[in-house]
Structure formats: C-alpha cells, structure tokens
C-alpha cells in the first residue's frame, strides 16, 4: 500500500510540473512590425564526430558513451547532446564529462647572446645586458632565461692604427773635429726609430794660436725625427649566456565523455488498480514520469559503479 501511494505522489508531482516545463519551453517567437514572425538564420555548424563509442547496460538501462577530442580552447558546447533515437531506444543525455589530457615537455636550456660594446669595464658591460631573455625556439619551446653574470666575457672586436710625428735631441760632447761621422744617424725611443735630420755644433774648447782662438774640441747637439705608429681598440664585443628552463606543449587537448541512457522495458506489475485513473492523468504522462524518475535512479547507480562523483 506505502508503494503504491509513493507512486501515486509521484505521478502527481510530474503532471503538476508538466505546464511549468511546457511553459518555459514554449518561449514566443521574435516578431516583426507587421506583426509576422520573424525567421532567425542560425549559421550551420561543422559536424562533429566523436572518437570512440563506448556501449554498457545494467539490469533496467542501456548506457552510451561518445568520446571527443577537443583541443583546449575549444568551447565544448559545441557537443551533440541532444536526445537521440537508435535501434529503437530513446537515448537521453545525462552528463558531460571533462578529462584533461595537456601534456608538456621542459629542459634546461642555455641561450649565448652578442652584442657590442664601447668599453670593457665590466661593471657598465653589466649594466648594458638585460637581466632575463624571452625564448621560443623554432622547436616549439618557450620560456624565460636568466643572465648567467660569471658567463659574460668582453673581447677586443677589432683594432686600428694611427701615425704621430715624434722628435728628440742628442748632445754629443767632447768631439775631436765638427764632422757628423761622429753623430748616429739613427737613434732608438720608446720602440720608434728615428733618423738624424739636422746638427748644430758648439766649441767645447780651444787653443790660442798666432793670436787667435782655435777650436780643438766640440759639441754636437744632433735632432732626429720619426714617425711612430699606435695600435688602438675600434671597440668590443661581449658574449654572455642566460640559463633556464623551457618547455612546449605536447598535447592540448581535452577528452569530453557526453553520458546517454536508454530505458529498458519493465514488465508491468500485476495489478489491477488503475492508477492514472484514479489521480486523473493520461497513461502517457505516468509512463514519462516513471521513465523520468527510473533514468535518474539508473544513473547514479552508474556513477557510483564507474567512481563518477
């Protein structure tokens, strides 16, 4: 008796909510000024196929699973879940399960930089390299490098040279006679070589000789002159390495599980008492309340087989 009064409360609170549902359902078409309804084009989608199909039952429902890969920005309401009809059993949709299926791959990487520079010191070479690196490589990886500062190494790029007129002056004292045989014609400083280009001579010492003052020794103050050439540093060039990890995706897509159940036919109790008589509704309304009720019970017993919270 408790059985079939629970059944009967629960027709009834079917067919009580059955206008409610219509209602909602039946939203009014846009209409136009002329008062004419107004057709809304809906852009046709692009089939979408599912990757497996996957078929189990239980005593009272048929249970159906399709199985699409999606990549991760995709909108996944792009799925079918709409009620479907096969092999003569009306499939319902229940659930939709998300499985992320991301994968990605990370290694230490070591990116060397170049660049030049106008001096060597090391403290402005420092402060002329960006302390991090945005990487992504051809291969897929991405990331962000640090500079390694014990890396950073400072090299002359290139040099050039330059000529500067440089002159010097020697005295030779003490000389027997004014003849430039006594003078070198070359002498040496700071690594350039010079040539003698002029001397002038002085009387170190003389005799009187018939009343006259005669030169015996002399002074030689001899003036070279050279060109002497420099090397210099054009500028220079710094190498520094930036270290880090860096990885790429592998797989970007997500496994979506669209759950659909069929009911399977009960046999009928043995019972005489019409209850859709007695409470006023039609035999089809109590076969979808139970339908209902049934492929709700169904499927949570499958959640709780498969582990489904």
Not at 58 to 76: G, R
Request: with cysteine.
């Amino acid at each position: 008796m408790k059985h079939r009064q629970g059944l009967a409360a629960a027709l009834l609170f079917c067919v009580m909510c059955t206008p409610v549902l219509m209602g909602a359902a039946a939203e009014p078409e846009p209409e136009t000024q002329d008062g004419e309804t107004a057709q809304v084009e809906t852009p046709p989608q692009p089939a979408l196929y599912p990757i497996d199909i996957v078929y189990n039952e239980d005593d009272t429902v048929w249970h159906l699973e399709k199985v699409y890969q999606l990549d991760a920005s995709a909108d996944p309401s792009v799925i079918p879940t709409e009620n479907f009809e096969q092999e003569g059993r009306e499939y319902v949709f229940l659930d939709l399960l998300a499985e992320d299926q991301r994968e990605t791959d990370t290694k230490e990487h070591t990116q060397q930089i170049t660049q030049e520079s106008s001096t060597k010191d090391t403290e402005t070479v420092l402060k002329n390299l960006a302390p991090t690196l945005e990487y992504a490589g051809e291969d897929g990886y991405m990331g962000v490098l640090t500079l390694d500062t014990a890396s950073v190494k400072v090299e002359a790029s290139g040099y050039g040279s330059r000529n500067k007129n440089v002159t010097a002056t020697r005295t030779y004292p003490n000389l027997a006679d004014a003849d430039t045989s006594y003078i070198p014609k070359t002498v040496e400083e700071n690594g350039c070589t010079m040539e003698l280009v002029d001397v002038s001579w002085q009387t170190a010492a003389a005799d009187e000789v018939s009343g006259q003052s005669v030169a015996t020794r002399y002074t030689a103050v001899a003036s070279y002159a050279g060109t002497k050439t420099s090397r210099y540093v054009k500028g220079y060039v710094v190498t520094a390495d930036y270290v880090g990890d860096v990885s790429r995706t592998t797989n970007n897509s997500i496994l979506y599980t669209a759950i659909f159940s069929a009911m399977k036919e009960q046999e009928p109790e043995k019972d005489n008492t019409p209850y859709g008589a007695l409470i006023g509704i039609p035999v089809a309304a109590l076969a979808g309340g139970a339908g209902t009720a049934a492929g709700i019970t169904g499927w949570r017993k499958y959640k709780k087989k498969k582990g489904i919270k």
